[in-house]
């Protein structure tokens, strides 16, 4: 008998736990839909290099009007050290805190690094958690870096090839600095090295903490007695490992390595968000998670 009376108590709590869940997820959906947009990238506190979340700013307004967009660095270096110079910027968590204060229901999160590394990763699982708060968004998506399937490396190696300065000539190299990690995701380096290589075998892709780097490099250039490369930023900005890492003056910069071994430098310092069409394939991604709201 105590156990019957056990079971249907049991129920009876299942059904009012089922009930008050429904009413709960009933009473969240009754809020007005409200989506938001947030562009989360790496930072930079390089005033020269603003123009590129600028142009991504830009496009991104002009592709969804009606939508508000905000903004996160997740380098807390840089956030600092804007601070001191009196320039706010929100981590990912304290802008979607804001946004969550402000109800926005929907959000977008886009990332704006380059490849699916260690922040990426990062960045979709802290956006996540703030699905589960109570109160929380009813919905937050986080679309994927430049590079995330073969499509956008295609698109991604058409684009910057159409970009190259028309006086290079095709005996000369063209050598992009993309920044590098020791996550599995630094194969998207190599892969994108072979997708150039595939339209101009003296295109190169090196890294600055990944593989390959600048000595990979050179010896590739050597080996094809290369004596003169272009140095191009494959990253969003043209900061401080373009100025200094790439273009500097110091004996360690790629243009420095290179000279040493007797091959003539040319660095670019423009990023690859200045350039609409790359632009064009995070927005690409943006609009892949809006069109689930």
Do not use: C
């Amino acid at each position: 008998m105590q156990s019957k009376k056990t079971v249907v108590l049991l129920v009876l709590v299942f059904i009012l736990a089922s009930f008050a869940s429904a009413f709960a997820g009933e009473h969240r959906d009754a809020r007005p839909q409200k989506k938001g947009i947030l562009l989360v990238g790496f930072g930079s506190s390089v005033p020269q290099a603003q123009v590129s979340f600028e142009n991504i700013d830009k496009k991104v307004k002009e592709a969804f009007p009606e939508i508000p967009v905000r903004w996160a660095y997740t380098s807390a270096i840089i956030r600092h050290k804007m601070a001191k110079e009196g320039k706010q910027m929100d981590s990912v968590e304290v802008a979607l805190a804001k946004m969550m204060d402000e109800g926005f229901t929907h959000v977008a999160v886009q990332s704006l690094h380059t490849i699916r590394g260690e922040e990426y990763h990062d960045l979709r699982r802290n956006a996540h958690a703030f699905s589960d708060m109570a109160g929380g968004f009813q919905r937050i998506l986080v679309g994927y870096p430049l590079l995330a399937k073969h499509e956008d490396l295609v698109r991604v190696s058409e684009a910057m090839i159409s970009h190259i300065p028309p006086e290079r000539k095709k005996y000369e190299a063209v050598v992009f600095m993309g920044h590098g990690t020791p996550h599995p995701a630094n194969a998207f380096y190599e892969a994108m090295m072979y997708e150039f290589q595939l339209k101009d075998p003296n295109i190169f892709v090196g890294t600055v903490e990944g593989y390959p780097d600048i000595e990979d490099i050179k010896v590739m250039l050597l080996s094809k007695g290369i004596k003169k490369t272009y140095l191009i930023p494959f990253m969003s900005v043209a900061g401080d490992h373009a100025r200094n890492d790439m273009a500097g003056d110091e004996p360690d910069s790629w243009k420095s390595i290179l000279t040493k071994a007797g091959i003539t430098s040319v660095p670019i310092l423009k990023g690859t968000a200045e350039y609409d069409d790359i632009v064009g394939i995070w927005i690409d991604h943006l609009k892949g998670v809006m069109s689930h709201f």
